[in-house]
């Protein structure tokens, strides 16, 4: 299965927090890596639904059923792949923390320049990678209508992009990180918390086997 594009990763985890699925929910909302295209295979193995279906709200009731039940089914697996997409965020946000840290220093070293293209690049640069955006958002918005699937697929990966890597961190670079990254400390020690508690003799699994027919 190929890797989901990050507008498709957009609108599965909303969709999916919608239906009360928020530890699936939180699975995709963790971003793409190799935890998350194990999560979306098993559900194709075990369910039959292919995951672009939510982001496309393609499901019946009773696929929304299956998937309800796979998450009861897995939750301590699901708990564990979102500890590691959680603790994976926090340390990509340190690390690109670190790396703003360092491009306003050089930024503050231009500034001193007397050459008034380096101490304006940046502003130059961020302009037009703004500009260029909201251009190809006005055309995906409302371009020509009869695209093929494989045209809209390309639209939807780049405007993807666009939004959440180009435009992102221009706008942390100049304002800085959003206040959703400062709470990561805080999420990360709730999902701990929780992962013991999904495994422990009284918990979750416990529960599950309790229920389980002789």
């Known amino acids: 299965m190929p890797p989901l594009a990050p507008a498709a990763l957009a609108a599965i985890a909303p969709e999916l927090a919608k239906r009360g699925l928020d530890l699936l929910s939180g699975v995709f909302r963790g971003g793409p890596g190799p935890r998350l295209q194990e999560t979306t295979a098993l559900i194709l193995e075990r369910t039959g639904i292919d995951i672009h279906d939510v982001a496309e709200q393609k499901l ?28 994976g965020s926090l340390e ?41 955006t909201f251009a190809f958002i006005f055309y995906a918005a409302f371009g020509p209508e009869n695209r093929s699937e494989s045209q809209q697929r390309i639209i939807d990966t780049v405007l993807g992009f666009l939004l959440g890597v180009s435009l992102s961190a221009i706008i942390q670079y100049f304002f800085g990180s959003s206040v959703g990254s400062k709470d990561k400390d805080e999420k990360m020690s709730q999902i701990r918390r929780q992962l013991p508690a999904a495994t422990a003799p009284g918990g979750a699994r416990s529960a599950r086997r309790a229920g389980d027919p002789a």
């Open 92 to 132: 990509r946000e340190q690390l690109a923390a670190a790396d703003r840290a360092d491009a306003r220093s050089l930024q503050r070293i231009a500034l001193s320049s007397d050459d008034v293209v380096a101490r304006r690049f940046i502003y130059y640069y961020a302009t037009l990678l703004t500009l260029l």
């Open 60 to 87: 019946s009731p009773e696929q929304w059923g299956s998937l309800k039940e796979f998450e009861l089914q897995q939750q301590d697996r699901l708990l564990e792949s979102r500890q590691e997409s959680e603790a």
